[in-house]
């Protein structure tokens, strides 16, 4: 008897996939906005104010407005007293033409004398008047500001392992036949 033997190897198959890596990287943004501190400063400086007008008055020297009406009174009783004066002229020269001479040198040497007193005193007399309004300092701000907005970065990982799969693509097989009809069993 005859035998056949057929023989099929097993086989494995291999499926493989690389490593990969895959990165989508959205960056950081930020955003920044600001508003400088703002100051303003309003001053006025401080003051003296001094008043002499009580001093000024006894020393003899005036304010505008006080010197207006005294040359004002001064004017009107200089044109009174030249009116009187040119009317005494006048009566002066109808003596002389009466002959009354005498009277008249009396009268002329009179009004050429005059007398002076002399006093001593201490001028000004009064204390000037100091009066001290003091300065204003206003200092206003407003305050600066700084905004900032962050839109955070991602990172997207879409990567992939790799893999190795083992699979039996074909099992192992042996087949044994019989051929013939005849069986030899001595030999």
Not at 90 to 116: F, V
Not at 122 to 133: L, N
Not at 148 to 153: E, I, V, W, Y
Request: glycine letters at 4%; hydrophobic letters at 35%.
């Amino acid at each position: 008897m005859l035998l056949r033997i057929q023989q099929s190897w097993a086989q494995i198959g291999l499926n493989s996939r690389l490593a990969q890596v895959k990165l989508k990287i959205k960056e950081p943004r930020l955003e920044v906005k600001s508003n400088q501190l703002k100051v303003q400063i309003d001053q006025e400086g401080a003051r003296v104010e001094c008043d002499a007008t009580q001093c000024r008055d006894e020393v003899g020297y005036k304010t505008v407005s006080r010197l207006r009406q005294d040359n004002r009174d001064k004017a009107w009783r200089t044109s009174m007293d030249y009116i009187a004066n040119t009317a005494a002229n006048g009566d002066m020269l109808a003596r002389i033409e009466e002959n009354s001479i005498g009277d008249c040198m009396a009268h002329i040497a009179a009004q050429a004398w005059d007398d002076k007193e002399f006093v001593f005193n201490r001028v000004p007399q009064s204390p000037v008047d100091i009066t001290v309004i003091p300065g204003r300092l206003n200092i206003s701000w407003q305050l600066g500001e700084v905004k900032a907005r962050l839109d955070k970065g991602t990172v997207a990982n879409n990567s992939t392992l790799p893999e190795l799969k083992v699979y039996l693509r074909q099992k192992a097989d042996i087949k044994i036949e019989y051929v013939g009809s005849t069986v030899d069993a001595y030999r």
